[in-house]
């Protein structure tokens, strides 16, 4: 019996509840018969509070183990041709870009900024594309569309460091055409090598700042539990239309990077090739006229295709038509502009066909000998 007694003081001590039992007076003597009640009224709040942040957490999925690149699953057919189509361009854009960078390094006649320059930005397209366009091929054939969250993360790192530090080289790009045609008889002083290597290492290093501003906070985000990306690849733009939470702050964040990385550039080179025009139409011989024009033709084209379709997608990433038009855009600057720029800069550059012809011939003549 004593035991018994014992365990019965022992639970009330332990036991919360017991704190408002009925032998528990008030200041007038009437005891506190609704003790218990009352004690689950305050427990049940702080309860209620606990299951929802738990319910919360699971539903928005803050770390998630992956995520669904939903691209065009609901068409297979069409997924089918972009499978063939996307090939096809990767392939030229490995051969075409891989052409420009051993052709740059080998000829001696194309040791100058411009083809220093060109050399940067074919890596950039090789690294850009590689990035993205494997696990895009995937998705269009396999049934599986998933992604790790960890693959994520790193594609959305290389992906947006790359893209920022094509923008700024393309600037860097237009400088140099604008020294060539505006200060000719000052070029080679301008644009000496420490220059052209301090100006590349500005490149590869605003990538980096770039990346480094904006990835970790989309990553963040509160994701929906659905996981579902209607995109092809991990970008800003479709993680945070996947978002649940509030976005206002990355939507501020993308569009002060990109005022910096697309909008400045894009400024400065429409200034640059101003005077271009203004030095282009004071020339008088039409020979010379033609010859300016046409050194900085296929740098203008690239610069169109490239800013117009990452500028759609990255200034107002959840308008009506970055959301619906988003993954053709997607597709164009990720397969089509990369595959376009070797052919732009190749077809229509007689140094780069003189040369392609001299490591022709030198090759004849060793088999030869």
């Not at 994520?152 to 140099?176: K, N, P, R, T």
């Not at 600057?333 to 022709?360: C, Q, S, W």
Request: with cysteine; glycine share 6%.
């Amino acid at each position: 019996m004593q035991g018994g007694i014992v365990q019965d003081e022992t639970k009330k001590k332990l036991n919360p509840v017991c704190l408002f039992s009925e032998s528990t007076l008030d200041k007038n003597g009437k005891s506190y018969k609704d003790g218990e009640d009352r004690y689950k009224r305050m427990e049940e709040p702080k309860k209620m509070d606990g299951f929802r942040w738990a319910l919360d957490r699971h539903a928005n999925g803050t770390v998630p183990d992956g995520f669904i690149l939903l691209g065009f699953s609901d068409n297979p057919r069409l997924e089918i041709t972009l499978f063939v189509a996307v090939s096809v361009f990767y392939t030229v854009t490995l051969v075409g870009n891989t052409t420009i960078i051993l052709l740059s390094h080998l000829d001696p006649h194309l040791h100058t900024p411009m083809y220093f320059f060109l050399t940067h930005l074919s890596i950039l397209d090789l690294c850009f594309t590689t990035s993205c366009i494997p696990q895009m091929l995937v998705n269009f054939w396999s049934s599986d569309k998933t992604i790790s969250y960890l693959g994520c993360a790193v594609q959305l790192y290389i992906f947006l460091g790359l893209g920022a530090s094509e923008c700024v080289l393309l600037l860097v790009m237009a400088f140099d055409r604008y020294v060539a045609v505006c200060r000719p008889l000052h070029y080679a002083v301008i644009m000496h090598p420490p220059l052209c290597h301090k100006l590349a290492f500005l490149v590869w290093a605003s990538g980096v700042f770039g990346t480094l501003v904006q990835s970790p906070t989309t990553m963040k985000l509160s994701f929906c539990h659905h996981h579902q990306v209607d995109d092809f690849v991990c970008e800003v733009p479709a993680l945070i239309r996947l978002a649940c939470g509030d976005t206002h702050v990355n939507e501020l964040q993308i569009s002060v990077i990109g005022a910096i990385f697309l909008m400045g550039p894009l400024l400065l080179i429409l200034v640059s090739y101003g005077r271009i025009t203004q030095a282009v139409l004071a020339i008088q011989s039409q020979n010379g006229r033609s010859k300016a024009f046409h050194t900085c033709s296929s740098h203008l084209a690239v610069v169109f295709l490239f800013y117009c379709s990452v500028t759609a997608v990255y200034i107002q990433p959840r308008s009506h038509f970055s959301q619906k038009g988003g993954k053709f855009l997607t597709l164009f600057y990720t397969v089509v502009t990369p595959t376009l720029n070797p052919l732009i800069y190749t077809l229509r550059n007689k140094d780069m066909k003189r040369a392609f012809r001299r490591l022709l011939g030198k090759d004849r003549m060793s088999s030869e000998e």
